[in-house]
């Protein structure tokens, strides 16, 4: 199947800074790409949808001004935390969607971004 | 509105035994159904997907899922769990015209006993 990369894997910052995450397509090209967050022992929560070339769509209750979000190319879209704060500490996972997957559905997943903010 | 519903938080089953996941959604039309498997720290990796033809469809890791419509359901089973199985499961279904978007059920925790 199709790999999907995050990087960092795992990133400490101190409250106040800002922390860019990348997820990459690797052997695709995605122009659909989803970021997700997740708490311990909890289901993903969709925060935005991530169109290549054109402004992310952020779920109700996600501040975009806090979460950009950037997908400048078909293989990379960037969230970047800014100004963070202890409660932003939490599991980043991006998807792709494969646009010769399932009618449009089918995602790949990265392996996501631990984001601890002290 | 669509969701999806996975009663069992949390299932023990002991190795070498069979294993049966609930998922229940709650669609109007055929739903696209997926099965996602997650390891600790991991991201999410695809088990099997549906969307028509054969109700009973065939995954990786020797995962199977079967489709009924008449309940509602998109269960997945496993003959016989291996040490290797305990992971976090979810289920989702397509979100219908949203652009590709998945809805997850809450998932379950499944740890498997020696």
């Known amino acids: 199947g199709a790999v999907v990369s995050q990087h960092p894997s795992r990133v400490i910052c101190k409250s106040g800074t800002s922390v860019k995450i990348e997820c990459r397509s690797l052997?695709?090209?995605?122009?659909?790409m989803f970021w997700y967050r997740q708490f311990p022992k909890q289901s993903l929560m969709l925060m935005a949808t991530?169109?290549?070339?054109?402004?992310?769509?952020?779920e109700q209750g996600v501040e975009k001004d806090k979460f950009l979000i950037n997908h400048a190319s078909l293989t990379l879209s960037t969230l970047t935390v800014t100004s963070a704060h202890p409660e932003d500490s939490s599991f980043y996972i991006c998807?792709?969607?494969?646009?010769?997957?399932?009618?449009?559905?089918?995602?790949?997943f990265g392996p996501g971004t631990r984001l601890t903010v002290t | 509105a669509q969701s999806v519903t996975q009663p069992d938080i949390h299932i023990t089953v002991s190795e070498g035994a069979s294993l049966e996941l609930r998922c229940n959604y709650s669609?109007?039309?055929?739903?696209?159904l997926f099965w996602y498997v997650q390891s600790p720290g991991q991201g999410l990796q695809l088990l099997l997907k549906?969307?028509?033809?054969?109700?009973l469809v065939q995954g990786i890791k020797g995962f199977e899922a079967e489709f009924k419509r008449s309940q509602s359901s998109f269960n997945l089973r496993k003959p016989s769990v291996h040490w290797s199985d305990a992971a976090e499961y979810f289920c989702?279904?397509?979100?219908?015209?949203?652009?590709?978007?998945?809805?997850f059920g809450q998932g379950t925790e499944l740890s498997v006993k020696p």
């Open positions: 989702a279904v397509g979100a219908n015209n949203q652009g590709g978007k998945l809805i």
């Open positions: 669609y109007g039309a055929t739903p696209y």
């Open positions: 549906y969307f028509s033809g054969d109700t």
């Open positions: 998807s792709a969607r494969d646009p010769n997957g399932l009618a449009g559905y089918e995602q790949y």
């Open positions: 052997d695709f090209q995605a122009t659909t």
């Open positions: 991530s169109n290549e070339g054109s402004k992310a769509t952020y």
